[in-house]
């Protein structure tokens, strides 16, 4: 199923972020999480392709399980900068034939050690290549893309990474997914941005459930992201006692997610990263909204 065709308009929905095994040893115990996770009967699932500690080998693997087991849709992830145009293609017709029919299409970081190489030869320079070559030879997937509240980090200014975005939506993006923000504000402030622009496809906003101390500050790293006072003291308050961290970071993620719904929000995306507990927490705490 598409995405496009599940995000509801008057009744909120959680979807669930899940990342593949590093290796194969991992493989098995990542495939149980996801499947705990599959179980919850999320609008969609979608599973990343070499971020969050996962390589992009067994990103298919997993969403083809998640898939088969539990009809659950799948959002598969793909990343194109390193990548070589064959590599992408052969990967795109892996995922058709498996039948998901959503792509994530994103660009990916630039390793560290190509930051300054000349990338004038690079198959794929930014997401709106993938965006484009996917409605050229794969019109019938469903595409998201991703886009940053906060501005993504390489961008100079707020207006300049909107105006990347609006071509890139104008490309064939169906939906977009926010990176993770910690304050609503940031996101309600975008979305005026964004539609003032003209993007008018539907935005899933990301939320993160921070539930120990030391993802606080890898989060920060990974996404820039503003960290408000009051998340800031409940860090200080909790962070030396993990169990309470974590019933504090799953209450703040719930508190987001109620105030994004109450002001007209019905679809979020939950960073959940392979904690089927914290993914099943959250969905309790809403289970009324949710009819579930
Ligand atoms: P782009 O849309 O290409 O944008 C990257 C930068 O280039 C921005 O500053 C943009 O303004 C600028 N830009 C865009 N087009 C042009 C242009 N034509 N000319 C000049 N500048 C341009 N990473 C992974 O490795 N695997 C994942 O599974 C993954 N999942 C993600 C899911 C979400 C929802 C989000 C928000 C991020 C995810 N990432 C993932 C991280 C993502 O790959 C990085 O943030 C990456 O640096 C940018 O990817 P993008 O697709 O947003 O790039």
Not at 80 to 86: A, L
Not at 198 to 205: L, N, S, W
């Amino acid at each position: 199923m598409k995405i496009i065709d599940i995000i509801t308009q008057n009744k909120l929905s959680l979807s669930f972020e899940v990342f593949p095994p590093k290796s194969e040893t991992s493989f098995e115990s990542v495939k149980a999480a996801t499947e705990e996770i599959a179980r919850l009967r999320p609008a969609f699932m979608s599973v990343t392709y070499g971020a969050g500690g996962g390589t992009s080998e067994y990103t298919l693997d997993i969403a083809k399980n998640i898939k088969k087991l539990y009809g659950v849709p799948t959002l598969e992830h793909l990343t194109c900068v390193s990548s070589t145009r064959d590599t992408v293609r052969k990967k795109i017709e892996e995922i058709k034939a498996a039948g998901i029919e959503n792509i994530m299409a994103l660009r990916g970081d630039i390793p560290a050690e190509l930051q300054n190489a000349d990338r004038s030869d690079w198959d794929y320079k930014h997401a709106i290549d993938l965006v484009l070559e996917l409605k050229e030879t794969n019109p019938d997937f469903c595409i998201g893309g991703a886009c940053y509240p906060e501005i993504h980090p390489e961008s100079a200014n707020q207006k300049d990474d909107i105006k990347r975005l609006k071509e890139k939506v104008d490309a064939g993006c169906d939906f977009l997914t926010t990176q993770m923000f910690f304050d609503n504000n940031l996101l309600y402030n975008f979305l005026y941005k964004i539609r003032e622009a003209g993007i008018t496809v539907p935005v899933i906003p990301g939320i993160m459930p921070i539930t120990n101390a030391n993802q606080v500050a890898r989060a920060i790293k990974l996404s820039g992201s503003f960290m408000p006072q009051r998340f800031k003291s409940l860090v200080d308050k909790f962070g030396a006692d993990p169990a309470a961290m974590k019933q504090a970071g799953i209450a703040y993620a719930t508190d987001q997610i109620i105030d994004l719904y109450a002001n007209g929000i019905t679809n979020v995306h939950v960073y959940s990263m392979n904690k089927p507990d914290v993914a099943a927490k959250i969905q309790n705490n809403l289970s009324d909204m949710l009819g579930k």
